[in-house]
Nanobody, 119 residues
Framework: QVQLVESGGGVVRAGGSLRLSCSAS????????MGWYRQAPGKQRELVAT???????NYADAVKGRFTLSRDSAKNTVYLQMTSLEPEDTAVYYC?????????????WGQGTQVTVSS
């Protein structure tokens, strides 16, 4: 069974930075897409940033120029570097990966990590 473990959340003042990490463990043959979503209180989960194994990147308009997704395929790890944080970025951040286990692809989610930005 594949699990994603996230770390790096916390409380930061507006204008500050945080780096989130998410590592996959278990029986993994391959990973295609890796990404981050977030969910603020009372709102739906929304895309933050995603990447494909081919190197493509996709960012939400709200975070373009401030957040950077990177991945270390050798470590089955994805990162989210967040800079110039704003109170509106406060949310639970979830990582997700498309993982090949056995003969099928599955979408796996992490447990979420809280990011709180104070004004």
């Amino acid at each position: 069974q594949v699990q994603l473990v996230e770390s790096g959340g916390g409380v930061v003042r507006a204008g500050g930075s945080l780096r989130l990490s998410c590592s996959a463990s278990g029986s993994i043959f391959s990973i295609n897409s890796m990404g981050w979503y977030r969910q603020a209180p009372g709102k739906q989960r929304e895309l933050v940033a995603t990447s494909t194994n081919g190197g493509g990147r996709n960012y939400a308009d709200a975070v373009k120029g401030r957040f950077t997704l990177s991945r270390d395929s050798a470590k089955n790890t994805v990162y989210l570097q967040m800079t110039s944080l704003e109170p509106e970025d406060t949310a639970v951040y979830y990582c997700t990966m498309q993982v090949l286990t056995g003969e099928r692809w599955s979408i796996i989610w992490g447990q979420g990590t809280q990011v709180t930005v104070s004004s």
